[in-house]
């Protein structure tokens, strides 16, 4: 089970999420998650959907099983992704190119 629990760090640490931020988002005690991800425990099936929204993963993912995204990104992108899609259309552009620009920028230097 020792697999389980790197996984789960391994999920919030690629969720952009510190302990402290996950049990904030799940409405645990950060102990809980330390708890989780160093032991062969896993959450109480309440929690696993909240943690798995969280994650930006599917429940499946999380438990380890048919690892497959769930095509939103979890932590902190996935809340400014959906604080943007709230903005009106021009705005939406306006950010995209600036992102879009970054990463173009990101791309040269590794080339």
Do not use: Y
């Amino acid at each position: 089970m020792a697999e389980t629990v790197s996984h789960l760090r391994r999920l919030r640490e690629a969720s952009g999420l510190s302990v402290r931020e996950l049990a904030r988002q799940i409405e645990q005690q950060p102990s809980n998650v330390s708890f989780w991800e160093t032991t062969d425990k896993l959450p109480r099936s309440e929690v696993l959907l909240s943690m798995a929204r969280a994650l930006g993963v599917s429940v499946e993912e999380l438990l380890g099983a048919n690892p497959k995204r769930n095509g939103t990104p979890g932590g902190r992108l996935g809340k400014t992704t959906e604080r943007i899609t709230q903005l009106p259309r021009r705005q939406q552009g306006k950010i995209l190119d600036v992102v879009e620009a970054m990463l173009a920028q990101e791309e040269a230097k590794a080339s």
